[in-house]
């Protein structure tokens, strides 16, 4: 079986408010599920909110780092793959 490759990686996460700042290396929309994965991290979950420059988007182009709602909290540098 081939190993998964990333699609992206937690650069920040702001506890307070639960939101995961990701840097995506392909483009993502709204509605896709990811997995976020790392030493203490991981889960699933479907991507229902997220943000560009405190706006709203439906995708993210790869290279773009975007906020998105976390349901449980993660780390910086963990790794976000296709769930």
């Given at each position: 079986?081939?190993?998964?490759?990333?699609?992206?990686?937690?650069?920040?996460?702001?506890?307070?408010?639960?939101?995961?700042?990701?840097?995506?290396?392909?483009?993502?929309?709204?509605?896709?599920?990811?997995?976020?994965?790392?030493?203490?991290?991981?889960?699933?979950?479907?991507?229902?909110?997220?943000?560009?420059?405190?706006?709203?988007?439906?995708?993210?182009?790869?290279?773009?780092?975007?906020g998105?709602?976390?349901?449980?909290?993660?780390?910086?540098?963990?790794?976000?793959?296709?769930?």
């Amino acid at each position: 079986m081939a190993e998964e490759k990333p699609i992206g990686k937690v650069t920040h996460y702001y506890g307070g408010i639960g939101v995961a700042i990701v840097k995506f290396n392909r483009e993502i929309k709204l509605g896709e599920t990811i997995h976020f994965k790392g030493p203490h991290t991981d889960f699933s979950q479907k991507i229902d909110s997220m943000q560009y420059d405190h706006k709203d988007i439906g995708s993210a182009k790869k290279g773009q780092e975007v906020g998105i709602k976390a349901e449980q909290k993660v780390r910086e540098s963990d790794e976000v793959y296709n769930a």
